[in-house]
């Protein structure tokens, strides 16, 4: 079943979970440009995408923004409730979702989610929860990697999307 909804997380899937600081007190991340194809993916197959994050800087909002993301909440600390409030404003389920994420904050999402998935430098904690495991770890593409899992899984060619 293809999704009715992605939802992910941020450090640690979109970025290897790293926080840079200069001496004025400014912030860095570092994002996988690639993970943009899950979202294209996602999008040519008519499935909204969604950030839940812990963190609330402007730097995950302008990311969002130039990605066209549908869905933002940041700075969440339990995000099963978000979920739920989101899924409820589609008319959909969480069982109709596929999230991924990479921690503790993360995981009774993973839990209740239809898909769930972690990327391979999470904690095996985490991982023994989810559905799938990405090759890749977060910050080197694991987001487009579980949107192309999702497509391939239902029996769907990444080609066609091209």
């Known amino acids: 079943m293809l999704p009715k909804l ?28 690639s993970d943009s194809a899950g979202v294209l993916f996602a999008r040519k197959l008519n ?17 969002a923004e130039k990605l066209k ?6 700075g969440i600390g339990n995000k099963l409730p978000i979920a739920q409030a989101i899924c409820k404003e589609l008319g959909i389920a969480l069982s109709e979702v596929a999230y991924i994420g990479d921690d503790i904050g993360d995981l009774e999402l993973l839990k209740a989610s ?7 430098n999470a904690p095996s904690y985490i991982q023994k ?6 090759k890749k770890a977060g910050g080197e593409g694991a987001f487009r990697e579980f949107v192309e899992w999702i497509i391939e899984s239902n029996g769907q060619q990444i080609e066609d999307l091209l």
């Open 47 to 63: 499935i909204p995408v969604g950030i839940i994050t812990g963190e609330d800087t402007a730097i995950v909002k302008r990311r």
């Open 129 to 134: 929860y989810v559905n799938h495991v990405t």
């Open 69 to 74: 993301i549908d869905i933002l909440h940041q």
């Open 6 to 33: 992605i939802l992910t997380d941020i450090d640690g899937v979109w970025t290897d979970g790293g926080m840079f600081y200069d001496q004025t007190g400014n912030e860095w991340k570092k994002f996988n440009t």
């Open 114 to 120: 239809g898909i769930s998935a972690a990327p391979s």
